[in-house]
Every structure is written in C-alpha cells, then in structure tokens.
C-alpha cells in the first residue's frame, strides 16, 4: 500500500514561490504515475500537473502552465510541484496523488488511486 503526505503548504504573497513535496511510503513508488490536483473552497477538485510514468511526458493544466513545474525523485520517493509567479486564484488545497491513469483519464481524478492528506496554500493579493 502507498501512504502520501504533502509538505510546504503556507502562506504567500501574489508574484511569490512555493515548493510543495509528496513523501511517498510503501512499495512500489517508481511503478506509478504522479500527479497534483487543488480543491478551492466551493469547487470541485481539479487537476494541476501530472508526470507520467510511461515516457516520464509532464502535463499542466491550461492556469498553470510557465509557472509551476512537476517533478518525481525515485530514489527518495518524492514528488515535488514547483509553483512560482503565484496568483490569488491559485490559493487552494493541494493534493498529490500516485496511480495508473490511462491518457485519457490523466487530467481527471478517475485512476489515481492514492491520494494525500493535501496542504493549504494561500495567496494573498
């Protein structure tokens, strides 16, 4: 079984940077595809950025795309999303999540299997 636990949620100025971390544990880490998605308050969880086990191929969502960047270290079981540039819209929880998602399916939560607690970020404007 694979237990996530994000970090490096907080508080931040708009234009400002954060760096989110996933701790993975259990087996199987380098099997799966990894992604993030966010909930803000009132809305349905979306996705945020997802790399792809077969390839390693990274997608963005459309709001994020040039400012947060996605990346997977095996060797720690880690999974990290970069986010610079921040806006106020982009204040949400955020949530990593490890699965096996076909293509079609990967900018769902339809195949991620495991998900985090998730870790509030907040923007202010």
């Known amino acids: 079984q694979l237990q996530l636990v994000e970090s490096g949620g907080g508080l931040v100025q708009a234009g400002g940077s954060l760096r989110l971390a996933c701790a993975a544990s259990g087996d199987n880490f380098a099997t799966y595809s990894l992604a993030w998605f966010r909930q803000a308050p009132g809305k349905e969880r979306e996705f945020v950025a997802a790399?792809?086990?077969?390839?390693?191929?990274?997608y963005y969502a459309d709001s994020v795309k040039g400012r947060f960047s996605i990346s997977r270290d095996n060797a720690k079981n880690a999974l990290y999303l970069q986010m610079n540039s921040l806006k106020y819209e982009d204040t949400a929880v955020y949530y990593c999540a490890a699965g096996r998602p076909i293509l079609s399916s990967i900018r769902t939560t339809r195949g991620w299997t495991h998900w985090g607690p998730g870790t509030q970020i907040t923007v202010s404007s």
């Open positions: 790399k792809r086990l077969s390839g390693g191929t990274t």
